[in-house]
């Protein structure tokens, strides 16, 4: 959370925010200030993943580099809904890079399935190993 200042009074904070929308109450006002925020938490996660720099010299190609992007935040978003829970499920680009998605593990066949092997020393094994099962438990799209 936000640090307190010394303008603080009492350890509250107060805020306020200045609009020229002549109708409506302060809830929705304040939902519509929120929603703008979680817009931009969405750009800041996409930004993140890869669009912050636009790697080729063609259009067209970054062009392709956007799509894949975007398609890379839908697929964390949806995950992060779908498998994770607790804290995880706000866990931004950096740190899912850092704790899921750069693991070593093997990926074993046999007896007709594939196998996750996962490290038991990873410190974030359970969870890992916990999200995937329940990837895995959602029935086949039709």
């Not at 009492?10 to 409506?24: A, E, L, S």
């Not at 809904?81 to 899912?96: C, H, I, T, V």
């Not at 899921?100 to 038991?120: E, T």
Request: net charge positive.
């Amino acid at each position: 959370g936000a640090q307190l200042r010394f303008t603080d009074i009492d350890g509250h904070r107060f805020t306020c925010f200045v609009t020229n929308t002549r109708r409506g109450q302060l809830a929705d006002l304040e939902l519509r200030h929120r929603r703008r925020a979680r817009c931009e938490d969405r750009t800041r996660a996409a930004k993140d993943t890869g669009l912050r720099n636009l790697p080729l010299h063609d259009f067209a190609q970054n062009e392709i580099w956007c799509e894949v992007v975007a398609l890379a935040c839908e697929l964390i978003a949806w995950m992060q809904m779908l498998a994770l829970d607790g804290p995880a499920r706000r866990y931004e680009p950096k740190r899912l890079r850092l704790r899921l998605f750069a693991v070593a593990a093997r990926l074993v066949r046999g007896g007709r399935r594939l196998r996750l092997r996962v490290a038991a020393s990873w410190p974030w094994a359970g969870q890992l190993v916990t999200a995937v099962t329940r990837l895995q438990a959602l029935p086949a799209p039709t």
